[in-house]
């Protein structure tokens, strides 16, 4: 929470990193340790785009330029109940999100810088192993859709 945006936008992104060979980058949370995910993030305005928040939250998150690759807006979303212990970053009675997910293609051995406030390893894996890994339902979900949406 910030003074000019009190809370967060319950408007979010989900962005599966893959190589062409289908090798998925997972992220480990600082704030819960052990929690392995893609990226994710939420608008930081209304009027942000869900494309301008991937691009925003990929080079914030990792360190990659979106356009080293190829971002592919999957028409996909999903839509939860926002966990309890991230409730108090919304306002009164907003219980649910949003979320919109993409793919962005890179080439294999893109360096990844991480943001020690917000992760604090990362892994590539195997498709199937990195949807295995991952903690969230939805996040799992979108990394075994990956294979349709190879072009």
């Not at 928040?53 to 914030?60: C, K, N, P, Q």
């Not at 966990?83 to 108090?88: D, E, I, S, V």
């Not at 990394?143 to 072009?151: D, K």
């Given at each position: 929470m910030t003074p000019d945006r009190p809370y967060k936008i319950p408007l979010?992104?989900?962005v599966v990193i893959h190589t062409p060979a289908l090798d998925v980058l997972l992220i480990n949370r600082a704030d819960t340790p052990g929690t392995w995910q893609s990226v994710t993030g939420s608008k930081?305005?209304?009027d942000e785009t869900f494309e301008q928040?991937?691009?925003?939250?990929?080079?914030?998150e990792t360190g990659i330029d979106t356009s080293i690759g190829k971002l592919t807006d999957w028409n996909i979303?999903?839509?939860?109940t926002i966990?309890?212990?991230?409730?108090?970053r919304y306002a009164p009675g907003v219980a649910r999100n949003r979320e919109h997910v993409f793919g962005l293609c890179v080439p294999a051995g893109?360096?990844?810088t991480l943001n020690p406030r917000e992760h604090t390893a990362y892994q590539w894996l195997p498709w199937r192993e990195a949807a295995d890994r991952c903690f969230s339902p939805s996040n799992a979900e979108a990394?075994?859709?990956?294979?349709?949406?190879?072009?």
């Open positions: 979010s992104v989900l930081d305005t209304e928040t991937a691009i925003r939250e990929v080079r914030e979303e999903n839509v939860y966990y309890a212990h991230y409730l108090h893109t360096p990844v990394i075994l859709m990956l294979p349709e949406f190879i072009q």
